[in-house]
Nanobody, 112 residues
């Protein structure tokens, strides 16, 4: 059974940084498109960043220039580097391996 386990969330002040990790098992992320989504209070889950097999990335406008998605194929892990965090980045962040494998989510809270 495929498992995705996220880690790295927490509480950080505005302007701070966090690195989220998503460790995958029983699936090889090197041959899959991957993504990070977030669900903020009172909002629907939204795509934050994605990375396809060809290496192309796609970012939500709100995080462009601040977030970076990447793979560590040796560790079979998907990463999300988040810099210059803002209170509106607060939410539960979910890792996705396409087409339909999801992690359990990790909470990110940015205080003002």
């Amino acid at each position: 059974q495929v498992q995705l386990v996220e880690s790295g969330g927490g509480l950080v002040q505005t302007g701070g940084s966090l690195r989220l990790s998503c460790a995958a098992s029983r699936i090889s992320i090197s041959i899959k498109a991957v993504g990070w989504y977030r669900q903020s209070p009172g909002k629907q889950r939204e795509l934050v960043a994605s990375l396809n097999v060809g290496g192309q990335t796609n970012y939500a406008d709100s995080v462009k220039g601040r977030f970076t998605i990447l793979k560590d194929n040796a560790k079979n892990t998907v990463l999300l580097q988040m810099n210059s965090l803002k209170p509106e980045d607060t939410g539960v962040y979910y890792c996705r391996v396409f087409s339909n494998y999801w992690g359990q989510g990790t909470q990110v809270t940015v205080s003002s």
